[in-house]
């Protein structure tokens, strides 16, 4: 519905994302999103079925929701992987904090994150199990053997927890593409692979020495040492939450903004060198 006219398929266009990700046919896909994947097709060889049928249809392993169902997946000739945990946006690490304007309560009471039972690493599909079944189905692939392959992992929830000021939510996301990483490094041989981490814009949230009077701010308790962690957020009067129920970006009042910060990027193996 969100499409313009001349890009569905029954009119000649690439159609929606969901049946865009099919035609590139990738060998490995594994996230979330799921619920976009039960549109119905409305034009051409597959028109009336969902996106999940039609990709079954093609010749996809798929697996929908089910943590157990994708560390199972083995590596099949010809036979990609579409493997979608979540009918959105995955569930955080950690339940969510709120950013609020300053309050000398808040350093009396400090916040502990706390783990979030909804999380999908309790069943085996945080960021760092799906990183390690993909870098097994590629290594098992005879032409990623002997062509080798590209893989990019995503942590895109730091970014959503951002934009909502929940600090917990971002800290838990980033500990996730942390362990993915070394889930990484420990599957490849970095004589051979080279592995790059970067992020695409910097944000709005900054670690500060005390609660500041112009912004809203989290203070957090570390869990090494006790000590107060205060989490300043800078570019927004409001606090929203990054659901899929929530507001949506474009309503800029309740949303922290991306900043122009530089940004780090680092890299491993081969050609490690160059970049810079």
Request: proline residues 5%; glycine residues 10%; charged residues 20%.
């Amino acid at each position: 519905k969100q499409c313009l006219i001349n890009q569905l398929k029954e009119n000649g266009g690439i159609g929606s994302i969901s049946e865009q990700l099919l035609d590139t046919r990738a060998d490995v896909t594994i996230g979330g999103g799921s619920q976009y994947f039960r549109q119905t097709v409305q034009g051409g060889e597959y028109k009336g079925k969902t996106v999940w049928e039609q990709a079954k249809e093609m010749g996809f392993q798929t697996v929908e929701n089910d943590p157990a169902a994708m560390n199972a997946l083995q590596y099949k000739d010809g036979r990609p992987v579409l493997a979608l945990m979540s009918d959105g946006n995955m569930p955080t690490k950690f339940n969510p904090s709120k950013a609020t304007a300053k309050d000398p309560a808040k350093d009396a009471n400090p916040i502990m994150c706390t783990p979030n039972a909804g999380w999908l690493g309790n069943q085996g599909s945080s960021l760092k199990d799906m990183t390690k079944k993909a870098l097994d189905l590629l290594n098992a692939n005879p032409n990623g053997q002997k062509n080798g392959f590209f893989l990019q992992v995503e942590g895109a929830s730091i970014d959503k927890q951002d934009h909502a000021g929940n600090a917990c939510g971002q800290i838990g996301e980033t500990d996730d593409l942390d362990k993915a990483i070394s889930a990484a490094l420990d599957k490849v041989d970095l004589n051979e692979t080279l592995i790059i981490v970067t992020a695409d814009h910097a944000h709005t949230s900054q670690i500060v020495e005390e609660q500041p009077n112009y912004a809203l701010s989290t203070v957090l308790e570390s869990p090494v040492d006790g000590a107060k962690i205060t989490v300043a957020y800078g570019t927004s009067p409001d606090q929203m939450y990054a659901n899929d129920d929530a507001p949506k970006f474009d309503e800029v009042e309740s949303s922290m903004s991306h900043t122009g910060t530089q940004l780090r990027i680092a890299a491993s193996g081969p050609g490690a060198q160059r970049v810079n």
